[in-house]
């Protein structure tokens, strides 16, 4: 038996249905109705919170393996508290239940943000957070569940971090930041970019990484997930190239960052629950256009990156079946979440 939290998640959704492709039992702990997410999966539903230690303890029981998706994800200021509780109380419930009950490992899922920065070089496994620069709560958080993993490491327990970068591809259920500028992109809705850049990770690149750390990884590592490192103009070609429309105005960074500054103190007031696009702290992230050296997966794991265009395909695709692009403006796409072959890109080896 295998325990998947987060399931409803991005990450999640895929990672389930990959391991039942394979013929494999799953678990999966629900905090809630799952949605369309699970829909037609024949998993064991399990109710419960990663903040609930005892609700925890029992979906763990009886699993041989856990992956620990399960995260409260946000570039907001606020909501302290519940990103804690989340992201790092609930992964000590679930490092602290898995060592009680003998699993053989446990991949929990990490991020890049909780990695350190090497100035003009792709930062590795080995480089220093710096704690003392502005985070966000969900930065700080992720380097905290670290710490649990370190510890629970240090107690015994088999446990390995897969790290993620910024996710993209199908089977985007809520759907996710980058879920969400690609909605808006297609339908219409984004009208301007920043400049910048990021690494990112086709989520099913993102899946086969998780599935390489639990096979293949070595006891208390960390690996670095991605698929190609992009700037902000290239992903918008993607973009385009699979919605068939135009590129956007260019907004200078300095100007973005100052509106959202000034934008986020009014929309946490007004609309606290709301998730700005472009927060203080995404547009920090595009301008830092940072990169990540994922030779230590490669080596370790045989990571072997894709394709993020096709990855966008996907996405795109997904979210055409689903009706959530309006019809009007979407290309023909093949059935299902599936999407037209894209072209060679150069990406990593």
């Given at each position: 038996?295998?325990?998947?939290?987060?399931?409803?998640?991005?990450?999640?959704?895929?990672?389930?249905?990959?391991?039942?492709?394979?013929?494999?039992?799953?678990?999966?702990?629900?905090?809630?109705?799952?949605?369309?997410?699970?829909?037609?999966?024949?998993?064991?539903?399990?109710?419960?919170?990663?903040?609930?230690?005892?609700?925890?303890?029992?979906?763990?029981?009886?699993?041989?393996?856990?992956?620990?998706?399960?995260?409260?994800?946000?570039?907001?200021?606020?909501?302290?508290?519940?990103?804690?509780?989340?992201?790092?109380?609930?992964?000590?419930?679930?490092?602290?239940?898995?060592?009680?009950?003998?699993?053989?490992?446990?991949?929990?899922?990490?991020?890049?943000?909780?990695?350190?920065?090497?100035?003009?070089?792709?930062?590795?496994?080995?480089?220093?957070?710096?704690?003392?620069?502005?985070?966000?709560?969900?930065?700080?958080?992720?380097?905290?569940?670290?710490?649990?993993?370190?510890?629970?490491?240090?107690?015994?327990?088999?446990?390995?971090?897969?790290?993620?970068?910024?996710?993209?591809?199908?089977?985007?259920?809520?759907?996710?930041?980058?879920?969400?500028?690609?909605l808006d992109f297609a339908n219409g809705r984004l009208l301007a970019y920043v400049p910048g850049g990021f690494e990112f990770v086709s989520v099913k690149d993102l899946v086969a990484g998780h599935l390489l750390a639990m096979r293949r990884g070595v006891a208390g590592r960390k690996y670095l997930l991605s698929t190609h490192y992009h700037t902000v103009e290239e992903m918008l070609g993607f973009y385009g190239e699979a919605c068939g429309r135009r590129r956007l105005l260019r907004v200078p960074s300095p100007v973005m960052a100052g509106i959202a500054r000034a934008a986020a103190p009014a929309v946490s007031l007004l609309a606290p629950r709301h998730e700005m696009r472009l927060t203080p702290a995404a547009v920090s992230f595009l301008r830092s256009r940072r990169r990540a050296d994922c030779s230590r997966a490669v080596a370790d794991l045989g990571f072997r990156p894709t394709s993020v265009a096709r990855a966008v395909e996907e996405a795109y695709a997904c979210f055409v079946r689903r009706g959530l692009i309006d019809g009007r403006r979407a290309t023909t796409m093949p059935r299902g979440c599936v999407g037209r072959p894209a072209r060679r890109r150069a990406g990593r080896p």
């Open positions: 038996m295998i325990l998947v939290t987060g399931a409803t998640g991005h990450l999640g959704a895929n990672l389930v249905r990959e391991l039942l492709a394979e013929g494999q039992e799953v678990r999966v702990l629900l905090r809630e109705a799952a949605g369309p997410a699970l829909n037609g999966l024949a998993v064991h539903r399990m109710p419960g919170d990663v903040r609930d230690a005892e609700a925890v303890r029992r979906a763990v029981s009886g699993c041989e393996e856990v992956y620990h998706c399960a995260a409260q994800v946000s570039t907001r200021s606020g909501g302290k508290r519940e990103i804690y509780d989340v992201n790092v109380l609930g992964t000590h419930h679930v490092l602290a239940a898995s060592r009680q009950a003998g699993v053989r490992r446990v991949v929990v899922t990490g991020s890049l943000s909780a990695t350190g920065r090497r100035r003009g070089a792709a930062c590795t496994e080995e480089d220093l957070f710096y704690p003392f620069g502005e985070h966000t709560p969900y930065t700080v958080s992720k380097v905290l569940a670290e710490h649990e993993c370190a510890k629970a490491a240090a107690q015994g327990l088999d446990v390995v971090i897969a790290t993620s970068t910024a996710i993209i591809g199908p089977h985007d259920y809520r759907p996710s930041r980058m879920g969400r500028l690609l």
